[in-house]
């Protein structure tokens, strides 16, 4: 009974965990079932927190169609139209500076196609076929986007369809003169690693270095030279997008207040200020070493030195080695002193084709001397070695405290003559293009659904009405539950402490219920085993009997009667003729025999034959 409650309590626990896991998945990519709207709408106060999004339901879901921006925009590209994309789009023909001729030239392939792997209908991309070969393809913003009181915000996804082992997807957006009286258009054909740009961001790797590009070019306003500055490395994980082979979401917000975020999939992996979390700073020290402050001569650094008064003992024996021969060792009985380790192979034969005039004399290989196997040792004995108790080393005067230490030398410091303070860093050149400049030893990279604008709302629902949909109908292509799963936890991490606990604790139960009588019931009839107690399953068979002795009357012991009711069996003899002769002596005699029989002997208990 309690092994099938058990097992009713453990379908009950898995098919709730089951519905749980499934619900959460459910959830996460765009409602239930049951949903009769056909849009679920996420709400948000703040513009800069994640904004209204109208998210199709997964089970209406039909058709993709190509994204089209809802506000205000600087470009937008989900590169579904061949033909405008020929009219925007220039292919560089730039060669690389300070590179070898053969591979100097941007003669990397770009194609418009379908992915790879679950393609979406009527979806297409930009793709990069080539690899180990330089790329470069660029277009014009449709207007620039000038830094001032409006968030830059750029986002696009990136499919490394055959991973990647080394290489970059990131994008460039290319810099613009800021004053228009001196503004050059961009020649997007002479783009090229070397062509200003504002901003690089983007995924790259190579090896086990995994990276998310955030780089700015900051321009100094003292003398206009630019810098780049890195910023700080995520401490969010971001090694999944480069070897599942899926398309993944990349987002760059920077807020005129310095802040900046980075975001992969609508999560945030990396944010931080422009002040404080990049590298090299923006600002420089307000105080550097001075360049020309030499340390004096007569500067003493020394903590510790020598003790000059200190004089080597006379009994101090430098030369003394540190072993010497154990006098004490006797040679082991046994040992062969005209006997080598090794002899020359007698079965060795030279070969036929040994040449005397190239190879030399030709001599038989050693082998261990088999006389030696049984013998002590062989060879010359010497005595092993022991340490030398008067042995002392090299001597050495003491250390004591230097009376002319004057601490670590530093250079004095004086004021930076570059400093300058820029607490704008937000306020950047000015962006008229964008652009992917790359090269790849893996083939066939995917990027698509391009925006660049100045609201994170915008870009929120640009990613809802392409990113969001794609993904919802990848995973409803997906092979097994197994494999949403194991995307789902590699998202969230910490669902594998749920799943442990709440798969782990119907397998305890199951085995507690299961097994816990078990062990209670094989003790109880261990201990009766051991006290000899009677069990339900026991029969009591008739006790076997010692034969009697010569002279004494064959009687049923005790409990004899209440076996042969039970065994149906005759449970005394007859009695013999010459004990009925013999005299009231030795009947006396006989009466203690009968009573040391009546003792039954402990026997190994019988399982009565079962009943039909």
Not at 44 to 66: C, F, G, I, R, T
Not at 264 to 288: M, Q, R, T, W, Y
Not at 435 to 445: Q, R, T, V
Request: net charge negative; proline share 9%.
């Amino acid at each position: 009974m309690k092994v099938r409650l058990s097992w009713i309590f453990l379908g009950l626990l898995l098919i709730t965990n089951f519905n749980l896991i499934s619900g959460e998945e459910d959830e996460d990519y765009g409602g239930d079932e049951g949903d009769e709207d056909e849009y679920v709408t996420i709400e948000e106060e703040d513009e800069q927190s994640k904004p209204a999004l109208a998210v199709p339901a997964e089970e209406e879901v039909e058709e993709y169609y190509s994204p089209i921006p809802d506000g205000n925009y600087y470009l937008h590209e989900n590169f579904d139209d061949p033909d405008l994309f020929k009219e925007r789009w220039v292919r560089s023909e730039a060669k690389k500076e300070d590179t070898d001729d053969l591979i100097a030239k941007y003669d990397g392939v770009w194609k418009l196609e379908e992915a790879q792997r679950d393609p979406v209908t009527g979806d297409e991309g930009l793709v990069l076929k080539s690899k180990a070969k330089h790329a470069a393809i660029a277009t014009l913003l449709d207007k620039p986007f000038l830094f001032s009181d409006r968030p830059f915000v750029v986002q696009y996804e990136v499919n490394l369809q055959n991973g990647q082992e080394c290489g970059g997807a990131y994008l460039k957006l290319l810099s613009l003169d800021p004053n228009p009286k001196t503004r050059k258009p961009i020649n997007l054909k002479e783009f090229h690693d070397k062509t200003p740009y504002t901003i690089m961001f983007g995924p790259d790797k190579c090896g086990n270095d995994n990276k998310l590009h955030f780089i700015f070019r900051h321009k100094n306003p003292l003398n206009g030279s630019f810098e780049e500055k890195h910023a700080k490395k995520p401490k969010e994980r971001i090694e999944e997008p480069f070897k599942d082979k899926r398309p993944h979401l990349y987002t760059l917000v920077i807020n005129p207040d310095n802040s900046f975020s980075v975001s992969v999939d609508h999560k945030v992996v990396n944010k931080g200020s422009l002040l404080e979390d990049v590298s090299p700073p923006v600002n420089p020290l307000a105080e550097i070493d001075d360049p020309n402050d030499f340390k004096p001569n007569d500067w003493d650094e020394r903590e510790k030195i020598p003790d000059p008064e200190a004089r080597k003992p006379d009994d101090w024996d430098e030369d003394a080695p540190a072993q010497i021969p154990d006098e004490t060792a006797e040679k082991p009985i046994g040992w062969l002193d005209d006997e080598p380790d090794n002899i020359a192979d007698p079965n060795a034969e030279k070969p036929e084709d040994w040449d005397v005039d190239m190879d030399g004399e030709w001599e038989a290989p050693l082998i261990p001397n088999p006389m030696c196997e049984s013998a002590a040792g062989c060879g010359q004995w010497t005595r092993p070695l022991i340490d030398n108790p008067n042995y002392k080393g090299k001597w050495r005067p003491p250390l004591i405290d230097n009376p002319n230490y004057k601490g670590k030398w530093r250079p004095r410091r004086i004021s930076n003559p570059d400093y300058f303070e820029d607490l704008q860093p937000f306020l950047m050149t000015p962006i008229g293009a964008v652009g992917f400049e790359l090269w790849s030893m893996s083939d066939n990279i995917m990027f698509d659904n391009l925006i660049i604008t100045d609201s994170l709302i915008v870009a929120e629902q640009y990613a809802a009405d392409s990113f969001d949909i794609k993904r919802i109908k990848l995973d409803k292509q997906a092979d097994s539950l197994s494999t949403r799963l194991l995307a789902y936890t590699t998202q969230y991490p910490w669902l594998w402490v749920v799943i442990i606990v709440v798969v782990g604790l119907p397998v305890v139960a199951f085995f507690y219920f299961c097994c816990g009588d078990t062990g209670r019931r094989v003790d109880t009839q261990a201990d009766a085993k051991k006290t000899d107690a009677p069990q339900p399953d026991d029969e009591e068979v008739e006790e076997p009997k010692k034969p009697a002795s010569k002279g004494q009357l064959e009687t049923p012991v005790n409990g004899a009667g209440d076996a042969e009711e039970e065994n149906e069996e005759e449970g005394s003899g007859e009695e013999d003729e010459e004990e009925e002769e013999e005299d009231e002596e030795e009947a006396e005699e006989s009466e203690d025999n009968k009573t040391d029989a009546k003792v039954p002997t402990t026997t190994a208990r019988q399982r009565r034959p079962r009943k039909e």
